[in-house]
């Protein structure tokens, strides 16, 4: 069982910056492929960043040249730098971990952390 905790989160004006913070859990969190997903009111969860053990890093083109997605595994946490803000990055941003183990894969959810950007 993996425990994510999310952080960060806040109202920020647009054109601000926000950082968002996920600690995680277990032995094995350096070969978790870990992600940022977000959901605004009445649109499904969509992708923002990944990033692999390798820290090879995926970004949705909505995001890409404003968000950093990073990680530190000695401290098991990942990160979502967020800079130039928009008012369409409103949502609830989530914290995933991917685990492959064999032919089975797992996924874990934090509980999410609110984003709101408006002026």
């Known amino acids: 069982q993996v425990q994510l905790v999310e952080s960060g989160g806040g109202l920020v004006q647009p054109g601000g910056s926000l950082g968002l913070s996920c600690a995680g859990s277990?032995?094995?969190?350096?070969?978790?492929?870990m992600g940022w997903y977000r959901q605004a009111p009445g649109k499904q969860r969509e992708l923002v960043a990944t990033?692999?053990?390798?820290?090879?890093?995926n970004y949705a083109d909505s995001v890409k040249g404003r968000f950093t997605i990073s990680r530190d595994n000695a401290k098991k946490t990942v990160y979502l730098q967020m800079n130039s803000l928009k008012p369409e990055d409103t949502a609830v941003y989530y914290c995933?971990?991917?685990?492959?183990?064999?032919?089975?894969?797992?996924?874990?959810w934090g509980q999410g952390t609110q984003v709101t950007v408006s002026s």
């Open positions: 995933n971990a991917h685990i492959i183990s064999g032919s089975i894969t797992y996924d874990y």
């Open positions: 277990g032995s094995r969190f350096s070969i978790y492929t």
């Open positions: 990033i692999t053990s390798g820290a090879t890093t």
